[in-house]
């Protein structure tokens, strides 16, 4: 880790409904325990979620209620009734990135997190990796027993950072419209959800960044790729530190 990065202000948006508030709050802590300098905007999908936030009154959280968004974003709003709830979730992840990018004029790079996700060290290796890059993506990684999974797409999205500079709006927007064309729940030719639109990406911008460190996205579907050891208090993935793993109902690992 650089002597400097430690002390740079980190910006995530992530986005979670009222029952995955839980979700959120371990992502949150855990992320609070490793790393106290950032922001999260956090967008609330319902009412009740917005509420109950409210109430919790969390520091580095900067509150979106999903009206805000929707106004601010109308050509999303318009999809909303053509979508199943989570087919709408899966629309809204370049939108609410080109919401925080509209809204706050000051940010240089921001990283959209699953709100599923538990941080076990730092997450300021994967900035030094991204180094200058205007695009981060991380693969799914997929173990022999995930492979049937690639077909819906090479990368994950619980990790994606944009830059603003050219290529990364470039890529956001386009991004953006894709998913407000056609964002379902199921595979269609070259698309799936959010996520498919990932694989064309690193042909398309030269100034990406496939994040190789092990410890970042561990999951179900490629923890049998690893040999996970402890030393000391630390968990390591062959020879790189945890960073996060993704906390996934199993159900979606069969």
């Not at 936030?53 to 009206?67: D, R």
């Amino acid at each position: 880790m650089s002597s400097n990065s430690v002390f740079k202000l980190r910006n995530y948006c992530t986005l979670f409904d009222y029952n995955y508030i839980p979700r959120f709050l371990a992502m949150y802590y855990s992320l609070m325990e490793k790393s106290s300098n950032f922001v999260i905007y956090a967008f609330c999908m319902d009412d009740e979620c917005y509420k109950r936030m409210q109430e919790l009154s969390l520091v580095s959280v900067v509150l979106v209620n999903h009206t805000d968004l929707e106004e601010l974003d109308t050509e999303l709003y318009h999809t909303k009734r053509a979508r199943s709830k989570v087919e709408y979730y899966f629309t809204c992840t370049p939108a609410i990135c080109k919401y925080v990018f509209t809204r706050y004029g000051n940010i240089d790079l921001l990283t959209y997190l699953d709100s599923d996700l538990f941080f076990y060290s730092s997450p300021e290796v994967i900035f030094d990796e991204i180094g200058d890059k205007s695009i981060s993506i991380v693969e799914h990684r997929f173990s022999r027993f995930g492979r049937k999974f690639l077909k819906l797409g090479v990368f994950n999205v619980a990790w994606i950072t944009f830059r603003r500079d050219e290529q990364g709006m470039t890529c956001l927007d386009e991004y953006r419209k894709q998913c407000l064309e056609w964002c379902y729940d199921y595979l269609e030719g070259d698309k799936y959800a959010d996520q498919k639109y990932l694989d064309k990406w690193p042909e398309k911008y030269s100034n990406h960044i496939i994040i190789r460190n092990k410890g970042v996205n561990l999951a179900c579907w490629n923890i049998g790729n690893y040999k996970i050891s402890k030393i000391g208090t630390s968990i390591y993935v062959d020879e790189d530190q945890l960073v996060f793993i993704i906390l996934l109902d199993l159900s979606k690992c069969h």
